[in-house]
């Protein structure tokens, strides 16, 4: 199956930087989606992005399916971007990374 | 719409017992998936299933069994639980179409092997 790797692991902002999120796969997909799960656990659909950019917000996604890549663009944080974002690829199958830890600070 | 429901929320089983987690959509979504969620890890796929009476074997499928007999269900059954099983679960769906594949989630249910 598909190997996907997210980086970095742990990220610390300061309220209202901006970071990026990196998402490398091991082979072609033709699903790849970002995901945020706050801290009760509930997971939330950000993108559904198998190549191409989009915009919601203050969030962002890019893929370049060519390169079996994604990356997710967070601006001017706040403090409820907190939690762990996740991304996950595949064909029918949808293999998850590990996932990087957020912690926005007041 | 209630989307994807899980039931029970919480669990407590004994090393040994069986149980079935329950997940059902009201969506008309092609595809189910279930996951389970390590503490501090990520989501390991257990099963998939592409529509009804088509299931396949995930990342992690050992111990676990599934059954996909209508589009709405997809129960997942533990057999001869073990502490190794502790973990929190989660149903998702989705059309499975080319042009509408996001996934959503269930709440998750919490599982606990004593």
């Known amino acids: 199956g598909i190997q996907v790797e997210q980086s970095p692991p742990d990220l610390i902002l300061q309220e209202g930087a901006n970071s990026t999120l990196r998402c490398n796969f091991s082979?072609?997909?033709?699903?790849l989606q970002w995901f945020h799960q706050n801290p009760w656990g509930q997971l939330i659909n950000l993108f559904y992005i198998p190549s191409g950019t989009k915009q919601n917000g203050r969030l962002s996604a890019t893929t370049v399916a060519t390169e079996r890549y994604s990356l997710l663009y967070i601006s001017s944080s706040q403090t409820t971007d907190s939690g762990v974002y996740f991304c996950?690829?595949?064909?029918?199958?949808?293999?998850f990374g590990a996932g990087t830890r957020l912690t926005v600070k007041p | 719409n209630a989307g994807v429901t899980q039931t029970p929320k919480f669990r407590i089983l004994k090393i040994g017992q069986s149980m079935t987690l329950q997940c059902t959509q009201d969506m008309n979504h092609n595809y189910m998936y279930w996951y389970r969620q390590d503490p501090g890890m990520g989501l390991k796929l257990i099963y998939y299933s592409v529509g009804a009476g088509i299931t396949d074997k995930g990342e992690v499928p050992n111990g676990y069994n599934v059954s996909r007999s209508t589009t709405e269900d997809f129960p997942l059954r533990l057999e001869l639980a073990a502490p190794s099983q502790t973990s929190v679960y989660f149903c998702?769906?989705?059309?499975?179409?080319?042009?509408?594949?996001?996934?959503?989630f269930g709440s998750g249910t919490q599982l606990s092997v004593l």
């Open positions: 082979d072609s997909v033709n699903n």
């Open positions: 998702a769906s989705s059309y499975g179409s080319t042009t509408n594949e996001k996934l959503f």
């Open positions: 996950a690829g595949g064909n029918n199958d949808m293999r």
